[in-house]
């Protein structure tokens, strides 16, 4: 069993943008599906992004289509999730998460491993 650590989040205004990054520190995520989900206080958590362990296919939730982009590198063992165009309805905490064989992406149960998060909050 591995840890995720994610990182990158704070505070920036809307149409600014922000780039987290998510790794497992002593642990290779090559084999992993990366997925990355978000937690409003109130609110269910949503599935954002995802991508396969090869890099080759990707996922993205409808309201951050366009703004969003994931990407990973393997070498280093991180994936990253650049966030452009922020507005305030992305304010949330936001985890990634890691499964060897996935069916339905953006159901966080799925995952079998998880972040402890890191906060965006997008405010001017």
């Known amino acids: 069993q591995f840890q995720l650590v994610e990182s990158g989040g704070g505070l920036v205004q809307p149409g600014g943008s922000l780039r987290l990054s998510c790794t497992a520190p002593?642990?290779?995520?090559?084999?992993?599906?990366i997925g990355w989900f978000r937690q409003a206080p109130g609110k269910e958590r949503e599935g954002v992004s995802c991508?396969?362990?090869?890099?080759?296919?990707?996922n993205y939730a409808d309201s951050v289509k366009g703004r969003f982009t994931i990407s990973r590198d393997n070498a280093k063992s991180t994936v990253y999730l650049q966030m452009n165009s922020l507005k305030p309805e992305d304010t949330a905490v936001y985890f990634c998460?890691?499964?060897?064989?996935?069916?339905?992406?953006?159901?966080?149960?799925?995952?079998?491993?998880w972040g402890q998060g890191t906060q965006v909050t997008v405010s001017s």
């Open positions: 998460a890691a499964d060897v064989r996935l069916k339905i992406w953006s159901n966080p149960w799925e995952y079998d491993y």
């Open positions: 002593g642990f290779t995520l090559e084999h992993y599906n």
């Open positions: 991508i396969s362990s090869s890099g080759t296919n990707t």
